[in-house]
């Protein structure tokens, strides 16, 4: 039997980390615990508390680590320059489709919520929508009711990255951006 590589603390604290985030996308949160981790870590108990302290601490680590992860994806598909003629919102939602290929299990945790998530989720999400949302706002500024043509934006790119999330075979970015091309200039459209 071979000896077991010591890992630095930050390297551990990935690998726990890791290891949850595999559980709850997997099984949901309500299959996560400090004994389940350890063992699938191959650690003691002792160590995920020397790391968290408690069950909830693990999950809010986890749920911080992996909104910056979805975030750090998002800014950058809103930071890419748009080329001439293509629609703003289908090219953004094409580099978060990147993002969501890139870390599926991420984007699984707020786009496909488990069951049983500790209060930081939800606190996260409502977080997320409003930096989103916030995102639109340039893009609809010219509609007559912008705030709700932004939420509708919203929902049509939750709605597509979830379909890609469940069914990457049935629903590939190449359909769910021609899909969005017209809906978003149609949405956009002052009246």
Known sequence: MGAR???SGPERRAQILDVTRALVV??????????RVAEACG???????QQFTSLPGLLVALI?????????????????????????FTW???????AVAAAPDTWRLFLLPAEGGPPALHERLAQARAVTRASLQP??????????????????ADELVRLH????????????????????RAIRAPA
């Open 43 to 49: 650690v003691t108990r002792t160590v995920i508390y």
């Open 64 to 88: 911080d680590r992996e909104v910056d992860l979805a975030f750090a994806g998002f800014r950058k598909a809103a930071a890419r320059p748009v080329p001439e003629g293509e629609d703003p």
């Open 139 to 156: 893009l609809t500024a010219q509609h007559p009711d912008p705030a709700l043509a932004g939420r509708v934006l919203h929902a049509v």
């Open 26 to 35: 997997g099984e949901g949160y309500h299959a996560v615990g400090i004994e």
């Open 165 to 184: 999330l469940t069914e990457p075979d049935t629903y590939p970015v190449d359909r769910l951006l021609a899909q969005a091309r017209p809906l978003a």
């Open 5 to 7: 590589k010591r890992l």
């Open 92 to 98: 953004a939602l094409a580099g978060i489709l990147e």
